[in-house]
């Protein structure tokens, strides 16, 4: 049997978003220099029913990183205010149609959920089809949430630096191919540029079409190929503070990777040290 996939469709969500076990979560997140607004635009018109996730909020404070996994019974108590809770089934979806819902859809996957989908395209598709918004904000009744931390599924920089040194695993980086080769400066100040020995490149732009929605399988599939990666063996996925990579990590399950980890701290904390090695120009 193969593995339901992750990623359902407008007209799905459409016909089960009366559905009493049914949660659909707004994940929108921006990066500064894209000019939007997550929390007004959710105000401004969300999907029926659709709580606010906010990554930023939902993170470890202490890291000193931008929102990074954080403890699991932290994760759970912010999930069990939200009204999320075990034995549901968790749409999540993000303005842009591809971008921050997926990083929410692996936050949830970390910490042991399985029912829990992407909204192919996003609201960027639900809008274009003229389908229902509301403007209130929605409170649900808190419910207990049972946080199972699967630390297979993540990386840290110790992992990441055993896997430079002894080619154990590939590295696939999601930022685009001017930052990866260090011919574009890193948007954070103080920053290296360039990328961790060893690594590939794949933009995680280059898996979504122009509506939105995401690239078929077969697609991803020769785009990994071109990229130099191997489905069938070890990947962890990276990008500048691991919102992105969880787009790879998505790519990767649809085409039935099963070894994959995610590089929480990723580039804001590889290239924010002085003692972490690092290439520039094209993937070797």
């Known amino acids: ?15 089960n978003l009366s559905a009493p076990d049914l949660v659909v979560v707004d994940a929108s997140w921006y990066l500064p220099q894209m000019g939007r607004n997550a929390d007004a635009e959710y105000m401004e018109g969300h999907i029926p029913g659709a709580i606010r996730f906010d990554i930023d909020d939902v993170s470890d404070p202490s890291s000193g990183l931008p929102h990074t996994l954080p403890a699991p019974h932290v994760f759970a108590s912010k999930m069990r205010r939200l009204g999320i809770g075990d034995g549901q089934r968790i749409v999540v979806y993000d303005g842009i149609g591809l971008f921050s819902a997926p990083r929410v859809w692996w936050m949830f996957r970390v910490m042991g959920v399985e029912d829990v989908f992407i909204l192919d395209g996003g609201m960027r598709k639900w809008k274009a089809e003229e389908r229902p918004l509301e403007d209130l904000p929605v409170r649900r009744p808190e419910r207990h949430f049972t946080a199972r931390l699967n630390n297979l599924a993540l990386a840290d920089i110790d992992d990441v630096m055993k896997v430079v040194q002894s080619g154990s695993a590939q590295i696939l980086d999601a930022r685009p191919a001017g930052r990866f080769t260090g011919a574009d400066p890193e948007p954070r100040a103080g920053m290296r540029s360039g990328h961790m020995p060893g690594a590939r490149n794949l933009p995680f732009n280059m898996l979504m079409q122009e509506d939105g929605t995401i690239k078929p399988a077969d697609q991803i599939a020769a785009l990994m190929k071109d990229a130099g990666i191997d489905p069938e063996q070890p990947v962890i996925t990276s990008c500048g503070s691991g919102v992105t990579a969880a787009v790879l990590t998505l790519g990767l399950t649809m085409i039935g990777a099963k070894n994959l980890r995610l590089y929480d701290g990723s580039w804001s ?7 972490t090695p690092i290439d520039t120009g094209p993937a070797s």
């Open 1 to 15: 049997m193969t593995a339901p996939s992750p990623i359902v469709s407008t007209d799905w969500l459409a016909a």
């Open 269 to 275: 904390e590889w290239g924010g040290r002085s003692d």
